[in-house]
């Protein structure tokens, strides 16, 4: 085995020791370097239209962001906090009144047994909302860590892409140099991508509720856009809280509500967003729910809204790395690297 290999082989190896060890680090660092690319979007055309320096022109993308964030919440807090409280008392309602439809049946009664809510004393209801200020707090803990890890990274990334360099062999330098853009571009990519393809989800999803009559559209549609960022499982946890509320309405009402999600759902997966990420290497969707099951089984929740961006990460890698480097199969431009 040559050093070049080598210290290829090192390098995997200490990340997928961190996975294996504190598997938060990685996955949240990763988080981090999404938030990098997505700053640096709107920052790289400002540089090009004004000629300012990196740093100041992510600083001025990040504070129109904050500024945008603050100025929506303040208009949508009232409206949302409204439909948000509504819907807090409107689901549990849904609930029992689904399970109570159900019983009505024969074969229903052993299925309203288990939608039936549990009922807990004071002590499992403390222990409840302990565990839930735990995790909320840990959530906020990490969320502070990503934006630190992506501002920093926005700000200065040769820094970081020189140090990743440093740790591989010389021989290695245009070959990583090639690897890391190629990464760029894929990440750049998705996050135009999902970006847009949580516009128009939420979109469609808003329009066809209000069309059918359910109540709290506005805070289901940005749910629903929120969800999406997690592809083929996000929309479906979405859709719950929107058919158990239509199941308030009439019997039939849920199975429109489940064709709004799915049609929106069809459109924005099937049509729009392949348009837009038409110059990436996108994942075959079948390969893409395995990312997706495997990074829940192995890092839960956070696992799966990165599988999507991490596995075509890893694709790139994969082909650059072990296809194109360890087994000398052509490039895109069928060129063969020469062994190291």
């Known amino acids: 085995m040559s050093r070049p290999q080598a210290s290829i082989l090192i390098l995997l190896g200490l990340v997928l020791a961190l996975f294996v060890f504190v598997p938060e680090v990685p996955l949240l660092g990763f988080a981090g370097l999404l938030l990098a690319a997505a700053l640096s979007l709107p920052a790289g055309v400002l540089m090009r239209w004004t000629g300012l320096p990196r740093g100041v022109a992510v600083l001025i993308v990040l504070l129109a962001l904050v500024g945008l964030a603050v100025a ?9 906090a409204a439909q948000a409280h509504q819907l807090a008392e409107d ?60 501002v920093y990274l926005a700000l200065r990334p040769e820094v970081y892409v020189a140090g990743l360099r440093a740790l591989l062999h010389p021989a290695l330098d245009s070959a990583a140099a090639e690897t890391l853009e190629e990464c760029s571009i894929v990440l750049r990519g998705w996050l135009a991508g999902q970006g847009f393809a949580m516009v128009v989800s939420g979109s469609l999803i808003f329009a066809g509720l209000t069309t059918l009559g359910i109540p709290l559209a506005g805070v289901l549609a940005v749910l629903a856009a929120l969800l999406n960022f997690i592809p083929n499982i996000g929309p479906v946890i979405a859709a719950t809280p929107a058919v158990l509320l239509a199941a308030t309405i009439s019997p039939w009402m849920p199975l429109w509500v489940a064709l709004v999600f799915f049609t929106a759902q069809f459109i924005e997966g099937n049509i729009l967003t392949p348009m837009v990420q038409a110059r990436m290497a996108d994942l075959p969707p079948a390969a893409l729910l395995l990312a997706q099951v495997l990074m829940a089984g192995a890092f839960g929740l956070l696992g799966v809204a990165l599988a999507a961006p991490l596995a075509a990460v890893v694709s790139v890698l994969v082909r650059h790395i072990y296809a194109e480097g360890w087994l000398g199969r052509p490039d895109a431009n069928g060129r063969i690297r020469p062994e190291g």
């Open 91 to 150: 689901l549990p309602r849904s609930f029992e009144t689904l399970r109570d439809r159900v019983s009505d049946s024969d074969w229903g009664s052993w299925i309203s047994e288990r939608l039936r809510v549990p009922e807990g004393g004071a002590s499992q209801g403390m222990s409840f909302l302990a565990n839930a200020t735990n995790t909320t707090l840990g959530w906020i803990g990490n969320a502070v860590v990503v934006l630190l890890v992506g």
């Open 72 to 80: 929506a919440g303040a208009l949508a807090a009232g409206p949302l």
